[in-house]
């Protein structure tokens, strides 16, 4: 059974790079018929926060993606770690060392004046004298001098690392005890089962480190699958501007969950020239063997497009209960059908969707005074009170078609062009040029409402 996971450390918000592995992780993890677990990696207790873990976990509820069984906290196995690492010490496969910090300090300068690589020289490997007073030793591991690591990625092929090169005795644990990333993540994924490991290529160095650990303690070693990063439009990595920020962000500008997912899931991953897909789709088709080598790149115009694509095909049922979060009730509205049918294709986010439908719903209190120049010239006045009479004297006035046709008749009637009725009118509706299908907005505000606005409008504009 393939068992995944998403080891996030809560240390600041969940980016959209974190966010794509953990998609790819639940994916895989679903196409097999397996488990996807979720572990807090919060052994930084200085750096933890609280507030990041609650938005990591409200982000994947947001986003629908559930982990299998309960979460996981690092913080609450520490007597787990210390048995391993006891056991590490007994077989003389680990052992303590009694550095001080300005031992260290002036090895590395010495090894920096020889423009060697800084790295613990291994003194206490073999150390059988009497430790020195006063020093809290760190627990360190013994790592292959010499030979080569092997990582078999599932993504860039084998990659083989010379233990000489990137390797020395590194720590397990501080002097206080406390397990390092290393150790732990090697140790839980272990225990948890997990089996396929799927991360961003930035941990690739982490990983020779953790097969050390892992053949130390007898461990089956996982299989990997190093994502390479997401850049911006200029090939660097990421930043807050280009897109990585907290993934709740998404939610305040007005992405949709499934726009986000298919957005991240296309970011490295392909299935031919396809770039919509469900849910059921993505899970029945990701392989992580097909993820590209080649970092990917991150569109805001792609995610938009997708936005729009899922708003528009989204039922007005769905949409109104996703528009409460946006300061929008729709639930009693009795013309909430024509009002989200006339302006959900327009609408890239959600949040744009709420401003739409608040500039068609709320009676306008100035209008664009570039509006007003082009549509308020010649007969314009005299032309919206010819058809604010029509209004006012027609008994059924329901549909969208029940305002054309009022429209028609005084374009007939005047005999003039349908844009000298529908510039002026659209800035007296709307206080602005631009702006969905009249005869939608009319039937969406009412008979009164739209009396009213053309009253105000030849008010303030004649």
């Known amino acids: 059974m393939v068992v995944t996971r998403f080891a996030p450390s809560p240390t600041g918000y969940l980016h959209i790079g974190g966010l794509r592995t953990a998609l790819f992780s639940y994916l895989w993890a679903k196409k097999n018929g397996g488990k996807f677990v979720l572990r807090i990696e919060d052994t930084d207790k200085a750096r933890n926060s609280e507030a990041a873990t609650e938005a990591i976990l409200k982000a994947f509820e947001w986003l629908g993606l559930e982990a299998d069984g309960e979460i996981t906290y690092q913080s609450q196995r520490d007597e787990i770690y ?22 260290l300090t002036t090895l590395r300068e010495t090894q920096m004046a020889n423009k060697e690589r800084t790295r613990y020289d291994g003194r206490y490997r073999d150390f059988e004298g009497t430790p020195p007073e006063g020093i809290e030793p760190v627990i360190r591991i013994k790592a292959p001098l010499s030979g080569e690591i092997v990582v078999k990625d599932g993504v860039k092929g084998d990659i083989s690392f010379q233990a000489e090169d990137i390797l020395d005795d590194f720590v397990i644990a ?57 850049h911006n439009a200029q090939g660097k990595k990421l930043s807050k501007r280009d897109g990585a920020t907290d993934v709740m962000a998404y939610k305040e500008m007005g992405y949709t969950p499934e726009a986000l997912l298919n957005f991240l899931v296309r970011l490295g991953w392909s299935h031919g020239d396809q770039e919509i897909f469900s849910m059921e789709e993505m899970q029945r088709l990701f392989d992580p063997k097909d993820i590209n080598k080649s970092a990917s790149i991150y569109s805001t115009e792609k995610l938009d497009w997708l936005n729009a694509h899922y708003i528009k095909n989204m039922s007005n049922t769905e949409l109104t209960e996703l528009l409460t979060s946006y300061d929008i009730v729709l639930t009693s509205h009795d013309k909430k059908e024509i009002l989200l049918d006339a302006l959900k294709e327009r609408a890239k986010t959600l949040v744009q969707l709420a401003q739409l439908i608040k500039e068609v719903i709320t009676t306008p209190s100035e209008y664009d005074a570039k509006a007003v120049k082009k549509a308020f010239k010649g007969n314009a006045i005299e032309i919206l009170n010819a058809f604010g009479a029509k209004v006012s004297a027609a008994e ?33 509706l709307l206080g602005k040029m631009s702006g969905p299908g009249l005869d939608a907005v009319m039937a969406i505000i009412g008979k009164e409402e739209t009396m009213l606005r053309i009253a105000n409008a030849i008010t303030a504009l004649q």
Request: a negative charge.
């Open 396 to 428: 059924e006035l329901k549909l969208p078609h029940d305002y054309h046709l009022l429209m028609e008749a005084v374009v007939n009637e005047m005999e003039i062009g349908f844009g000298k009725i529908g510039n002026p009118l659209r800035v007296a």
């Open 174 to 230: 501080r002097g206080d005890g406390s397990p390092t990333y290393n150790f732990v993540v090697a140790v839980d994924d272990y225990l948890m089962g997990i089996n396929e490991v799927i991360r961003g290529d930035d941990h690739l160095s982490n990983t020779p480190k953790q097969i050390v650990v892992y053949e130390a303690l007898g461990f089956n070693i996982p299989a990997f699958y190093h994502v390479p990063m997401i």
């Open 82 to 103: 210390a048995k391993y690492i006891t056991q590490l010490l007994d077989e003389g496969k680990a052992y303590k060392c009694y550095m001080s910090k300005e031992e």
